[in-house]
């Protein structure tokens, strides 16, 4: 049974930085790609940006491009989520995601998901 548990969210001020993770069981981690998405509320899920196998390359939406920074360290089975600059645009629950292979940015092409957790950027 594959579990994604992430960890890491919390309520932080404007400017301030977060570090989110996300630990995975059930599966052969180095053989998934990993995805962080976000929702906000009334919003649809969002993709953020994804990392490859090995964690050699990552790929950002445009909105968190300089700001985010996704990395895995496959010996812990974990991936992470480090964001600097947060805004309160960046309140959202976020996801940590799986897929044998990357295949887009929306939901639907993403196999195994967390449960979530939230992060609240006040002004």
């Known amino acids: 049974q594959v579990q994604l548990v992430e960890s890491g969210g919390g309520m932080v001020q404007s400017g301030d930085s977060l570090k989110l993770s996300c630990a995975a069981s059930?599966?052969?981690?180095?053989?998934?790609?990993m995805a962080w998405f976000r929702q906000a509320p009334g919003k649809a899920r969002q993709f953020v940006g994804y990392?490859?196998?090995?964690?050699?390359?990552?790929f950002y939406e445009d909105s968190v491009k300089g700001r985010f920074t996704i990395s895995r360290d496959n010996a812990k089975n974990t991936v992470y989520l480090q964001m600097s600059s947060l805004t309160p645009e960046d309140t959202a629950v976020f996801y940590c995601?799986?897929?044998?292979?990357?295949?887009?940015?929306?939901?639907?092409?993403?196999?195994?998901w967390g449960q979530g957790t939230q992060v609240t950027v006040s002004s």
């Open positions: 995601a799986a897929s044998s292979y990357y295949s887009g940015r929306s939901a639907a092409d993403w196999d195994y």
């Open positions: 059930g599966l052969t981690f180095s053989n998934y790609v």
């Open positions: 990392i490859n196998w090995k964690g050699t390359s990552t």
